[in-house]
């Protein structure tokens, strides 16, 4: 399989979200859809239009192989993985024909640094039994003490982890351009 190629969501593209976040809560498996939970509109409604929206999507083969977004959400929101005001939440989804094929790595991978630039840390939801948990861990995930709770979607036993980021500017390829030296 190809390597993917990582692209920056924008808000023009939250079709994007609004697409993967039906496999990012397992909705595929549970044979339903978004219009049978409302309430998880928060995590992909008018995505874009706040500047602290961050995320990114993968393609391989010209197809959306999966994305991994974050918003700050507020208390009233009733988010799963909510933790304060500051820390955004996330999600990540893979379609199941990529899966187990390295893409949510790659995508955690340049997304974290990105993140950094923007938050001191994030926060995701995930199932008790998902070996995700272990990809989560592997990027320096922990699990928020007394944060066990109950999927809105099926009961099943979700937990919080939380990734402290290290604050750091992101340099671009222009950075230090100069472009009186452009013969040089």
């Known amino acids: 399989m190809p390597k993917p190629t990582l692209y920056f969501l ?15 809560m397992r909705l595929d498996q549970l044979n339903k859809s978004l219009s049978d939970f409302p309430a ?12 602290k929206d961050l995320g990114l999507y993968a393609l391989v083969d010209n197809k959306i192989a999966g994305a991994v977004w974050i918003r700050l959400l507020k208390p009233e929101d009733g988010a799963m ?11 990540i989804a893979v379609v199941p024909e990529f899966r187990e094929k390295g893409i949510a790595s790659a995508m955690l991978e340049q997304f974290l640094q990105e993140a950094g630039s923007v ?10 039994d998902s070996h995700a948990v272990k990809l989560f861990e592997k990027f320096g995930f922990t699990k928020v003490p007394a944060s066990e709770g109950k999927s809105p979607l099926d ?30």
């Open 155 to 184: 009961a099943k036993d979700v937990f919080t982890m939380l990734k402290k980021l290290q604050k750091k500017e992101v340099l671009r390829p222009t950075d230090g351009y100069d472009p009186r030296r452009w013969m040089d």
């Open 10 to 24: 924008r808000s023009s593209e939250q079709k994007i979200t609004t697409g993967m976040l039906r496999y990012s």
């Open 40 to 51: 998880l509109s928060i995590y992909e409604r008018f995505y874009g239009l706040s500047s």
């Open 81 to 91: 993985a909510y933790v304060d005001a500051n820390t955004p939440v996330m999600n």
């Open 119 to 128: 938050f001191e840390q994030i926060s995701v939801s995930l199932l008790e």
